[in-house]
Antibody, heavy 119, light 107 residues
């Protein structure tokens, strides 16, 4: 059974960089046919796709966030990471990591971690 | 970008009821819609793949239907454990987008 777990600071100051890590167990991020992805949900709002990275190095970022987002993989630790720069209060959200099949969409999700942007 | 309009946002059901949740797409997305169940503090669970395929291990009281722009999640003989937040997702085009979600309460 694949499991994903998000970790990182729960509070980030405005204009700083939000950094989160997703640790994957029960499967390798080096295996093909998957994208490793981040999604977020601001309080009281809907889910928003942030982007993904594949083991082959391909990336896709939501155009609305593209200029501020970097997703990377660390195969030695079986983890992948999200960095979101120049955050504002609008970036306050529950952040989820997920595994996405090439042909069928997300199949496994983490339980999410709340990140608050505040001074 | 494809917009998914999900309804209702909230519903209350009695054990044994049949409930249906709608997800309408702003453009034709074939059958590239998935449904998920999420309970507070837990990871979302993948329940329906490609509009109408039950994910292995999910109880058969869950079913999905639809193609193109109109999709439905149906729960037959709903049970108390089905109280949760349900949402649809389209993976036909990028960025992937989500329905607004439905909170299902069991009386």
């Amino acid at each position: 059974q694949v499991q994903l777990q998000e970790s990182g600071p729960g509070l980030v100051k405005p204009s700083q960089t939000l950094s989160l890590t997703c640790t994957v167990s029960g499967g390798s991020i080096s295996s093909g046919n998957y994208y490793w992805s981040w999604i977020r949900q601001p309080p009281g709002k809907g889910l928003e796709w942030i982007g993904y990275m594949s083991y082959s190095g391909g990336t896709y970022y939501n155009p609305s966030l593209k200029s501020r987002v970097t997703i990377s993989l660390d195969t030695s630790k079986n983890q992948f990471s999200l960095k979101l720069s120049f955050v504002t209060a609008a970036d306050t959200a529950v952040y989820y990591c997920a595994r996405v099949g090439y042909t069928y969409g997300p199949d496994y999700w983490g339980q999410g971690t709340l990140v608050t942007v505040s001074s | 970008e494809t917009t998914l309009t999900q309804s209702p946002a909230f519903m209350s059901a009695t054990p044994g009821d049949k409930v249906s949740i709608s997800c309408k797409a702003s453009q034709d997305i074939d059958d590239d819609v998935n449904w998920y169940q999420q309970k507070p503090g837990e990871a979302a669970i993948f329940i329906i793949q490609e509009a109408n395929n039950l994910v292995p291990g999910i109880p058969p009281r869950f079913s999905g239907s639809g193609y193109g722009t109109d999709f439905t999640l149906t729960i037959n003989n709903i049970e108390s454990e089905d109280a949760a937040y349900y949402f649809c997702l389209q993976h036909d085009n990028f960025p992937l987008t989500f329905g607004g979600g439905t909170k299902v309460e069991i009386k």
